[in-house]
């Protein structure tokens, strides 16, 4: 079964800027879509971002419109998430996940990456 592992979270003051990794086992981002989540204490896990196999289209929260950027490195089998504009209210662990199809939803998402913690200071 693919891995992911995520990476590049940690502390940031409000108004930084942080970039996550995902990397794949294998060479899966061509074939797959592939999303963020995130799930913030006390809170169930909530869509951030998703990109299709072929990073034509992209999707966002309404909560990180225009502040988050998703992509992602076929050749590397490394996604990426771009997160500027930081707000407390982003502190929480990020995760990414793969689907054969776009999508938005949890439940159609799998092969899910440990985490990787998120803070934003205010």
């Known amino acids: 079964q693919v891995q992911l592992a995520e990476s590049g979270g940690g502390l940031v003051q409000a108004g930084g800027s942080l970039r996550l990794s995902c990397a794949a086992s294998e060479r899966i981002f061509s074939t797959y879509a592939m999303g963020w989540f995130r799930r913030a204490p006390g809170k169930e896990r909530e869509f951030v971002a998703a990109i299709s196999r072929g990073s034509t289209r992209k999707n966002y929260a309404d909560s990180v419109k225009g502040r988050f950027t998703i992509s992602k490195d076929n050749t590397k089998s490394t996604a990426y998430l771009q997160m500027n504009g930081l707000q407390a209210e982003d502190t929480a662990v990020y995760y990414c996940?793969?689907?054969?199809?776009?999508?938005?939803?949890?439940?159609?998402?799998?092969?899910w990456g440990q985490g990787t913690q998120v803070t934003v200071s205010s």
């Open positions: 996940a793969v689907t054969p199809t776009m999508s938005t939803s949890e439940s159609d998402f799998g092969s």
